[in-house]
């Protein structure tokens, strides 16, 4: 399935990787998605106490 979503690659300890798929399967998410799912929790956490971030694109 082909889809036009952004890459990005991560770099990060392989010590980090394993405890995040840890969670991530506890969860019932791949990776991904629960990276997904910090990135918006720290933006709904950082808009809550700065304000809604306002992007000119």
């Not at 840890?22 to 929790?41: D, F, P, V």
């Not at 709904?44 to 992007?55: K, P, R």
């Amino acid at each position: 399935m082909k889809d036009n979503l952004p890459r990005y690659t991560l770099r990060v300890s392989q010590l980090l990787l394993d405890k995040l798929a840890y969670i991530a399967e506890y969860e019932g998410r791949t990776k991904n998605k629960e990276i997904e799912q910090l990135i918006k929790k720290r933006i709904a956490e950082f808009e809550e106490a700065h304000g809604e971030i306002e992007l000119n694109s």
